[in-house]
């Protein structure tokens, strides 16, 4: 039974950092692809990050580039959103998901292409 669960939200003040974590479990973490994507109220799911467990190609959009970091560790089978420099448009509640084969990269932050979803946690930026 394929399992994510993402921890490491919270309430953080505008350029404070958090890490937000995705173990992952029930399948062969190896071959996958892991995208962390967020939805804040009224907005729509953005794709933020992606790796490609295997051979650790990653992406990131336009609004976390420079920022935002995502890692893996194969071992522990988990991956990571190290987000740094927090801005109040980054709150939102941000959930990761578990593509299964193979992944046309170009389309790695596209929702509809992830098999598997956390239950997603909340990040919110104020002071």
């Known amino acids: 039974q394929v399992q994510l669960v993402e921890s490491g939200g919270g309430l953080v003040q505008p350029g404070g950092s958090l890490r937000l974590s995705c173990a992952a479990s029930?399948?062969?973490?190896?071959?996958?692809?892991i995208a962390w994507f967020r939805q804040a109220p009224g907005k729509e799911r953005e794709g933020v990050s992606c790796?490609?467990?295997?051979?650790?190609?990653?992406y990131y959009a336009d609004s976390v580039k420079g920022r935002f970091t995502i890692s893996r560790d194969n071992a522990k089978n988990t991956v990571y959103l190290q987000m740094n420099t927090l801005k109040p448009e980054d709150t939102a509640v941000y959930y990761c998901a578990a593509h299964t084969d193979y992944l046309q990269w170009s389309r790695c932050a596209i929702g509809e292409e992830y098999d598997y979803w956390g239950q997603g946690t909340q990040v919110t930026v104020s002071s």
């Open positions: 790796i490609r467990v295997s051979n650790g190609r990653t």
């Open positions: 029930g399948f062969t973490f190896n071959y996958y692809t």
